[in-house]
């Protein structure tokens, strides 16, 4: 299985600022990953989907980049509605995996 | 807008079944794949199994083959999960996801809560 290594777990941010979470497969997955947004009760939202490609309605702020072993989701001028969880997940093979999710909160 | 709502949870003994439903409403649901995915406080999210838009194509994780089967109704927009031989570490919530053509969800329903307790 693609074993997908996220990080940080935990983030502590202010409004305004700009954080960067990292995502590592275990194998070269070409730019086949997907970042997620769940908010406490809710199901995840899809942000970003072939690394770096942002989902329609996602605001412009939320940027994905990355290829093979290494991503990264970047959330620039940080706005209080995006103090979430985050995922990332490999679609290269199945079983379609997660990463185990970065927490960002506010500072 | 694009809807998946899921229903069928509940509290259920160790080995028993239950089946979830999903609905789907606001696409064209004969042309999506779907999938389920839960989601656990020590596990996180795992997806669990995968069906083509016609039902060809099926895909389970290995922690439910031979124990979970996917299958889905077109004609009425709707996509289930037969679980037997449940286990504890079954308990999860459950989510029905609307999968792009690049398998990644897309639309995901708001969960339905499964608790596998003796």
């Not at chain 1, 940027?63 to 985050?86: V, W």
């Not at chain 2, 895909?59 to 089967?69: A, E, I, K, N, Q």
């Not at chain 2, 990644?104 to 307790?117: A, E, P």
């Amino acid at each position: 299985d693609v074993q997908m290594t996220q990080s940080p777990s935990y983030v502590s941010a202010s409004v305004g600022d700009t954080v960067t979470i990292t995502c590592r497969a275990s194998q070269d997955i070409s730019t086949r990953v997907a970042w997620y947004q769940q908010k406490p009760g809710k199901a995840p939202s899809l942000l970003i989907f072939a690394a770096f490609s942002l989902q329609r309605g996602v605001p412009s702020r939320f940027s994905g980049s990355g290829s093979e072993k290494d991503f990264t989701l970047t959330i620039r001028d940080l706005q209080p509605e995006d103090f979430a969880t985050y995922y990332c997940q490999q679609a290269n093979k199945f079983p379609l995996t997660f990463g185990r999710g970065t927490k960002l909160e506010i500072k | 807008e694009a809807q998946l709502v899921e229903s069928g949870g509940g509290q259920v003994k160790p080995g028993g079944s239950l089946r979830l439903s999903c609905a789907g409403s606001g696409f064209d649901f004969n042309s999506y794949t779907l999938a389920w995915v839960r989601q656990t406080p020590g596990k996180g999210l795992e997806w669990v199994s995968y069906i083509t838009d016609n039902g060809n194509y099926i895909y389970y994780g290995d922690s439910v083959t031979g124990r979970f089967t996917i299958s889905r109704d077109n004609a009425k927009n709707s996509l289930y999960l037969q679980m037997h031989s449940l286990r504890g570490d079954d308990t999860a919530i459950y989510f029905c996801a609307r999968v792009s053509g690049d398998d990644y969800f897309d639309t995901w329903g708001q969960g339905t809560l499964v608790i596998v307790s003796s």
